[in-house]
């Protein structure tokens, strides 16, 4: 997977910036790369120098397809991979601090307190055997010189805050007498608990049905602005700016509404994305029922993939050259792309010829 | 909880009745009869049939299962035909040593196959994995009497450190109110007591304790390394707790439930199935009672150790049971 992206201007939307982070961006991503290896198995690059940054009070977002290692990346990011078996190479600077190769100790003063993270399943990501509000009041305690009493109030505090009703009971309880949504709540409560700097996103909303992924995302919105600093997210709809992944360094990198369609896209072709990724996302002026066109294959099926195009084995538009090395990052009006052969950059005609 | 446990304590009833009827035919259905062992080679015709008649084995064996019945009731387990004594006394004479030597084998399974296992499952692959799963392969297969005479010989002979026979030094003064010899050191506060009857629990203890020891290590690595594998325990490392949070708090709680129902099917074979390791170390324990016991075809013994075996067990998955609902919130609504 690769990923570089260019990002726009900070949102109005988030009020609160400091003016000494616009300097230096709060997370950098350079040239990062894991690779899981097993004994008895070529070793497998899940993620191949995927470079972005998110500065203070930036949301970003990454899309791909699944297994195209976005939840890789973030999990790096955290230092939450497996020691055994996964070599991670590159660069991530977090607030000028490498975070690559830091001591474990470190890291885990680090982690919950200046950088967090929300989890793509809300029904496994909680301790069953353990109440939730021990689970908030846990890493306040760890982060924080802060009295057992104390830590409670502020966990009913958390809880109301992330929009659980009757939050002063919700501590007392197990996980399993919560619904789906009000986990993932909780979850965002614990990422919360000690004003992270970093608030990193892996697809919350997965698990959930859609009325209740609204809410969520509107949730993380707040959170955003109210935390003030970076977020990154794992969600096609909620980033300023973001680029998409792929299991291999062609990418599509632009301000928000691009990517956004330009996610769209990667469920749609290969060859639309090229194109500036506005042609098979659905549209309403399109008769009812007709089908999208995805990307034939799915990520897997190019594995293991050495060199060359990431795409080329699914591509419709690949040619020789694309077997042969990778194609460089190249602006594309408001975006950037990986590609060879990219059709015409007329998105309504392109859109409409493909559909 | 309280309802829970009296419908549990319920259904032991039932339970036990059926257990009941079922051992007190089984028994006569072995080949060989008492009053034939009780006389002997030489015994006439004549004077087995009077001995059938003394005991009541003449009778009609639907009749002969009412009266047990009858006495049980009343809490008359019967008397041994061989020894003549009331079964229940044995018992009360005897359990304390059998109910010692499993608690500490019991004691040292649990103490030291918890964190081995632990440590096992956690380092899944490594050498100390590899070590420690071989090491409790190995007590798995070791025959329990060739441990025990490997242990006395290697502490007891050539080291001279532990005592090898019996469960008290003779020449100690001791009263015994219990019958359960430590506790009743501690009773007396005569220390010498209490310090003598422990050292001699060590060796058979350690026998006794090597299989469920072995167990448990393999149940306590098998769950571990299927809980450090799960969401939740990712979410704890991201909240940056430190090891040892993460290590109790969400592993092992989750880790338990398994390992806690081992460890109560352990108990109840440890308390049947101490017979080698009494025999062994000669302590007289129910495990050598029980032996002579079946030597001759003793009815009211063997029904009345069955029976008791049965009970135990159920107690004890009944508190299997309990725990599971302190160790796990999801029980407890069910």
């Given at each position: ?66 297994g ?6 973030a999990?790096?990011?955290?230092g939450?991979?497996?020691?055994r078996?996964?070599t ?16 474990i100790s470190a890291?885990?003063?680090l ?37 057992k ?61 859609v ?34 992944v ?15 369609r ?27 029922g ?36 990778t ?5 594309s ?23 | ?27 006569r ?49 019967g ?15 005897k ?58 010989y290697?502490?007891?002979r ?96 989750n ?70 609902g ?9």
């Amino acid at each position: 997977m690769s990923v570089e992206y260019i990002s726009n201007k900070p949102d109005e939307r988030v009020d609160v910036t400091l003016a000494g982070d616009q300097e230096r961006p709060l997370l950098e991503v350079d040239k990062l790369a894991v690779t899981f290896s097993r004994r008895g198995s070529t070793p497998l690059q899940a993620v191949d120098e995927v470079s972005f940054t998110v500065r203070a009070g930036e949301h970003v977002g990454l899309v791909g397809e699944s297994g195209s290692g976005k939840s890789v990346t973030a999990l790096a990011v955290m230092g939450l991979l497996p020691r055994r078996g996964v070599t991670v190479e590159g660069s991530v600077a977090f607030n000028g601090r490498e975070l690559i190769g830091l001591n474990i100790s470190a890291m885990r003063n680090l982690r919950g307190a200046e950088m967090a993270m929300v989890f793509q399943d809300p029904m496994s990501s909680l301790n069953p055997v353990v109440t939730t509000g021990k689970q908030i009041t846990e890493v306040l305690r760890r982060h924080r010189d802060i009295s057992k009493v104390d830590a409670v109030t502020e966990a009913v505090d958390l809880l109301r805050k992330v929009g659980i009703p009757d939050a002063r009971r919700r501590v007392s309880e197990y996980p399993h007498q919560l619904s789906g949504g009000m986990r993932q709540r909780v979850l965002i409560a614990i990422a919360l608990a000690c004003n992270p700097r970093l608030l990193i996103a892996d697809e919350p909303t997965t698990a959930l049905d859609v009325t209740i992924q609204a809410q969520i995302l509107e949730l993380l919105k707040g959170a955003g602005s109210q935390y003030r600093d970076g977020t990154c997210h794992d969600h096609p709809r909620s980033g300023d700016s973001g680029g998409v992944v792929r299991a291999g360094p062609r990418d599509v990198l632009g301000p928000h509404r691009g990517v956004q369609r330009a996610a769209r896209a990667v469920r749609a072709t290969a060859a639309s994305l090229h194109r500036g990724a506005d042609g098979v996302h659905p549209r309403l002026d399109q008769p009812r029922g007709e089908p999208l066109q995805p990307i034939p294959g799915s990520p897997t099926d190019t594995l293991p993939w050495s060199q060359g195009c990431a795409f080329a084995p699914r591509c419709p538009n690949a040619e020789g050259d694309c077997r042969m090395e990778t194609p460089r990052l190249e602006p594309s009006g408001s975006r950037a792309l990986r590609c060879f052969h990219p059709l015409t950059s007329d998105p309504r005609r392109a859109g409409r010829s493909d559909a | 909880m309280l309802r829970f446990v009296v419908r549990r304590l319920g259904l032991m009833v039932p339970t036990l009745f059926g257990l009941s009827v079922l051992l007190f035919f089984w028994v006569r259905v072995l080949p060989g009869d008492p009053c034939r062992s009780l006389l002997g080679q030489r015994a006439t015709p004549e004077g087995i049939a009077r001995c059938n008649e003394v005991y009541g084995f003449d009778k009609p064996i639907l009749e002969q299962y009412v009266t047990y019945v009858g006495a049980l009731m009343r809490g008359d387990f019967g008397s041994s035909i061989d020894l003549h004594e009331p079964v229940l006394d044995a018992f009360l004479n005897k359990l304390p040593a059998t109910i010692e030597v499993s608690a500490v084998a019991l004691l040292f399974a649990i103490v030291l196959g918890v964190p081995l296992g632990y440590y096992a499952g956690r380092h899944q692959g490594g050498w100390w994995d590899t070590t420690i799963v071989s090491g409790s392969l190995l007590g798995v297969t070791i025959p329990v009497f060739f441990l025990a005479i490997l242990l006395k010989y290697l502490f007891a002979r050539q080291l001279g450190l532990l005592p090898t026979q019996g469960r008290q030094d003779a020449r100690l003064d001791v009263e015994h109110p219990t019958n359960f010899y430590v506790l009743d050191g501690i009773i007396t506060g005569n220390f010498d007591a209490f310090w003598d009857a422990s050292l001699h629990l060590i060796l058979p203890g350690l026998a006794l304790g090597t299989i469920p020891l072995a167990i448990i290590v393999r149940i306590t690595r098998a769950s571990v390394s299927e809980v450090v594998h799960e969401d939740y325990v990712r979410t704890a490392e991201a909240k940056g707790l430190t090891s040892g949070t993460i290590n109790r708090r969400h592993v092992l709680r989750n880790a338990l439930l398994p390992v806690v129902t081992t460890i109560g099917l352990q108990l109840g074979l440890l308390l049947s199935g101490a017979v080698l390791t009494e025999t062994v170390f000669n302590i007289d324990g129910v495990g050598q009672y029980l032996y002579a016991a079946i030597g001759v075809r003793d009815y009211p013994v063997l029904q009345g150790f069955i029976l008791f075996i049965a009970l135990m067990y159920s107690v004890i998955n009944l508190l299997v049971d309990l725990s599971y609902g302190l160790i796990d919130p999801r029980v407890r609504a069910s």
